[in-house]
């Protein structure tokens, strides 16, 4: 068995062309590859304050034959230093390659 992880990040303004970048080149190293889909990113909406707010989301996957959880917790805590996030979400499942 193997694991999908994906990274909803949250990348706004002029600063998410370099934030993709770095996590891109940091999970190529860890992982060995990664794919981010660019060109068709959803819309996150929350209700702040009686206001909706609204990310631009890419999604980001990575497969990975462990699941290290500290590393994860670790890069998540991180990922929402740099965005200025609450949270981020990072989620795996299992999968099976065919």
């Known amino acids: 068995m193997s694991y999908l992880v994906e990274i909803l990040l949250p990348v706004t303004g002029d600063d998410g062309r370099t934030v993709l970048e770095r996590a891109r080149n940091e999970l190529t190293e860890e992982f060995g590859g990664v794919t981010m889909h660019l060109n068709a990113p959803a819309e996150g909406l929350w ?10 989301i890419v999604v980001v996957e990575v497969m990975t034959d462990e699941l290290d959880r500290q590393w994860w917790a670790a890069f998540r805590r991180e990922l929402e230093a740099r ?7 990072i989620r795996a499942a299992q999968v099976e390659r065919l």
């Not at 209700?47 to 631009?56: F, I, S, T, W, Y």
């Not at 965005?83 to 979400?89: A, C, H, S, T």
């Open 47 to 56: 209700e702040n304050d009686g206001d909706v707010d609204r990310d631009r």
């Open 83 to 89: 965005l200025d996030q609450d949270e981020i979400v």
